[in-house]
């Protein structure tokens, strides 16, 4: 990949336009363009374009989809686990989960991560860079296309904080809506953040409906910085106000994550205080109607972590306390449990077999 030409997948489409006319090709041409690379045809597979302009394209442009590295289908319940490799080399992991109501994709968006949460596979050996749009883009194609079944939502949970990629991540979002393109809508879309504060504040200006998932996992800072650095930037004060304001700003609601660790936020004082926490912060009025959900994940073991889940009673106890204290709390089934399904493992194994 030359690095001085345009990375064709990465274009809106009035951008696409503006690079085809550059070219000296009619603007109709943008739309062929366009609408084909995102089904996953190069230019130069094209038959409705011809040899010359392909020549142009070429010149100036690339086009590049990940490849498939490896790929483990559960014979539990069909998810499917992709390892995909860049056109540098490295590599990153998708999720395929099958749901009554349709296929969803957990996607990348860095090659590692930089935040160090301590329960996480993904950021051990931090964050080697950050992926393009068509990157991040190419894994929900190369996914629909090699299962053959639409893709119709998308959990942008996967290696990588996502804000800490604000740009690419943003244009990634409104290529992935375009109505000429894959048409999946914004409401059909999670994104999930360990909590930068500023960049919550950021996208909440973007007019996008997406549902964000904040990354909890405690309710108070000394047990939160331990096991989520991010924390001690940005402390669960700051971070559940900034989940206030988005919600006010969007009417969207915020789903929370919490993962739990056996022996370290399990209890159930860790539940009665986690809601105490949520209430009081975004429902500081009887009135006040902040609709508060949180996902609970036992935590998934990490060699290098040492952590262990939660047992199911311990798990179940915990769910009862939020009820009970007027917090919705759901736990999250468990998919593709026989080919380690969480984002990072694979990737990470993979390297170590290198």
């Given at each position: 990949?030359?690095?001085?030409?345009?990375?064709?997948?990465?274009?809106?489409?009035?951008?696409?336009?503006?690079?085809?006319?550059?070219?000296?090709?009619?603007?109709?041409?943008?739309?062929?363009l366009?609408?084909?690379?995102?089904?996953?045809?190069?230019?130069?597979?094209?038959?409705?374009i011809?040899?010359?302009?392909?020549?142009?394209?070429?010149e100036r442009?690339?086009?590049?989809?990940?490849?498939?590295r490896?790929?483990?289908?559960?014979?539990?319940?069909?998810t499917?686990?992709?390892?995909?490799?860049?056109?540098?080399?490295?590599?990153?992991?998708?999720?395929?989960?099958?749901?009554?109501?349709?296929?969803?994709?957990?996607?990348?968006?860095?090659?590692?991560?930089?935040?160090?949460?301590?329960?996480?596979?993904?950021?051990?050996?931090?964050?080697?860079?950050?992926?393009?749009?068509?990157?991040?883009?190419?894994?929900?194609?190369?996914?629909?296309?090699?299962?053959?079944?639409?893709?119709?939502?998308?959990?942008?949970?996967?290696?990588?904080?996502?804000?800490?990629n604000?740009?690419?991540?943003?244009?990634?979002?409104?290529?992935?809506?375009?109505?000429?393109?894959?048409?999946i809508?914004?409401r059909?879309?999670?994104?999930?953040?360990?909590?930068l504060?500023?960049?919550?504040?950021?996208?909440?200006?973007?007019?996008?409906?997406?549902?964000?998932?904040?990354?909890?996992?405690?309710?108070?800072?000394?047990?939160?910085?331990?096991?989520?650095?991010?924390?001690?930037?940005?402390?669960?004060?700051?971070?559940?106000?900034?989940?206030?304001?988005?919600?006010?700003?969007?009417?969207?609601?915020?789903?929370?994550?919490?993962?739990?660790?056996?022996?370290?936020n399990?209890?159930v004082?860790?539940?009665?205080?986690?809601?105490?926490?949520?209430n009081?912060?975004?429902?500081?009025?009887?009135?006040?109607?902040?609709?508060?959900?949180?996902?609970?994940?036992?935590?998934?073991?990490?060699?290098?972590?040492?952590?262990?889940?939660?047992?199911?009673?311990?798990?179940?106890?915990?769910?009862?306390?939020?009820?009970?204290?007027?917090?919705?709390?759901?736990?999250?089934?468990?998919?593709?449990?026989?080919?380690?399904?969480?984002?990072?493992?694979?990737?990470?194994?993979?390297?170590?077999?290198?």
């Open positions: 990949m030359d690095s001085q030409k345009i990375d064709l997948l990465s274009l809106y489409e009035s951008e696409l336009e503006e690079f085809i006319i550059s070219l000296g090709e009619p603007k109709y041409r943008a739309k062929q366009f609408t084909q690379m995102h089904r996953g045809i190069a230019p130069a597979d094209m038959t409705n011809g040899k010359a302009t392909k020549q142009k394209i070429d442009a690339y086009y590049s989809l990940p490849s498939i490896r790929k483990l289908v559960s014979a539990i319940d069909g499917v686990k992709y390892l995909f490799e860049l056109c540098d080399g490295n590599c990153v992991e998708s999720v395929v989960m099958k749901y009554k109501h349709g296929n969803t994709i957990c996607v990348s968006s860095q090659v590692g991560c930089r935040m160090g949460c301590a329960f996480c596979a993904s950021t051990i050996g931090g964050k080697l860079r950050d992926l393009r749009a068509s990157e991040i883009l190419g894994q929900v194609m190369m996914a629909q296309n090699d299962t053959g079944e639409r893709i119709s939502n998308i959990v942008m949970m996967g290696i990588g904080e996502p804000l800490d604000y740009d690419n991540v943003i244009r990634f979002l409104r290529l992935v809506g375009c109505e000429n393109g894959m048409n809508g914004y059909h879309i999670s994104l999930s953040t360990c909590g504060v500023d960049k919550i504040e950021k996208l909440a200006k973007e007019d996008m409906p997406i549902t964000l998932s904040i990354s909890l996992h405690a309710s108070d800072d000394e047990t939160r910085s331990e096991i989520m650095p991010v924390n001690r930037k940005w402390n669960v004060s700051s971070l559940l106000e900034a989940c206030r304001k988005y919600y006010a700003t969007t009417g969207r609601r915020i789903s929370f994550e919490y993962t739990l660790i056996a022996s370290k399990d209890s004082a860790s539940a009665e205080r986690l809601a105490k926490v949520l009081s912060a975004l429902r500081p009025k009887k009135s006040d109607s902040f609709p508060i959900h949180v996902n609970l994940i036992p935590v998934n073991p990490v060699e290098e972590t040492g952590f262990a889940a939660s047992g199911k009673q311990s798990v179940a106890k915990f769910a009862k306390t939020l009820e009970d204290n007027g917090i919705r709390a759901t736990v999250r089934r468990t998919l593709g449990a026989d080919i380690n399904a969480s984002c990072g493992q694979l990737r990470r194994e993979e390297e170590k077999r290198s």
